[in-house]
């Protein structure tokens, strides 16, 4: 058993859409009292650090609903049912970015956001991109312009909050840690 | 105009919880076609990364009913309507482990799942930790177990997978990167 398991006495099913579910779970507590739980259920995303030649960093930038403006991101996407998320990551990569590899490297994965959503997101590595000679297809409802950007760039995004999302924060760290100038 | 913005046409509120809402947007996208964006809305968050004073690192261990499972995470907490996020994390401070400071520094903030919430989590740092008194309550569902642990000890944990959350995982590499050894 986890330390301080929440058992669940009850599942209620929300809202079961395109890309998230929501369910509230009825819980018994470690002390045995009783609560509810809000939970996000997300099928998990990939997200790739790419390095151009030239020590640049490949990102792409897209509206965000959520937040209602455009964020600059490293290439990301959800995975499909079934994918394994190095499957996952290539594709996105030959989608957002236009380049493909034969060399990506496992970095790390982590949870976005555990209070309240089962996302997680397993980050890839490559500084060996190969140029598609044809462009791929992005999802029919999905706009992105493609930039490739120096670190020093990258962090001034940042300041100005035109970066702004924790896995594209989590890149510059790892990026700099390796000992990226 | 934001680039690629998308104009809402039609909002259906889906759930109105304890902690976060739903709702689906109908939207018109930069081609003229239509198409529905699933949004979660969180009050946002705070984070702490606390140094004692022999530099080791404050964390929590707390059950994540999304997860079914605990995780080791730095001190977080949600805002609560109308508070700024330096007082919450003070708040969360004293209530999660034990010490208050009067020296926070405020580190970045970022949005944790840009595809699908609006969260933003505010990340501070502190190495300047007064042990209260008298230990504060937690909020009356919430079961924490707290414990200090050296960057080694933490990145051990990383590669268990017990560290497993993008603001602890950030966290970390920021201490890498001040030099902490």
Redesign the interface.
């Known amino acids: 058993m ?5 058992k669940t006495t009850k599942t209620t099913e ?2 079961d ?4 579910k ?1 369910q ?2 009825d ?1 018994t ?3 045995g ?1 009783t ?8 099928p998990g ?1 990939v997200a790739v650090i790419a390095l151009t030649s030239e020590n640049k960093v490949v990102m792409v ?11 600059v ?1 490293i290439p ?1 996407g ?1 995975l499909e049912p079934g994918e394994k998320p190095e499957i996952t990551a290539i594709r996105e990569l030959e989608e957002e970015t236009g380049y493909t590899t034969n060399n990506l490297a496992f970095v ?12 997680i ?1 397993y980050l890839y590595f490559t500084d060996n991109l190969i140029p598609l000679v044809e462009e791929k297809d992005l999802d ?2 999905e ?3 493609l930039m490739e950007v120096t670190i020093e760039e990258a962090e001034t995004m ?1 300041n100005e ?1 035109k970066i ?7 890149a510059i ?2 990026l ?2 390796r000992g990226l100038r």
Chains 1, 2 share one sequence.
Do not use: C, M, N, W
């Open positions: 986890d330390k301080f398991e929440e929300i809202f859409g395109k890309i998230i929501l509230v779970d819980v507590l470690p002390d009292k609560s509810k739980r809000e939970i996000v259920k997300h995303a930038e897209q509206y965000r609903k959520p937040l209602e403006k455009s964020l991101e990301a959800k790390t994965s982590f949870y976005t956001s555990p209070g309240f959503a089962d996302e997101l029919e409802d706009f992105v312009e940042i909050q702004h999302d924790a896995k594209t924060a989590y760290q790892y700099r840690l």
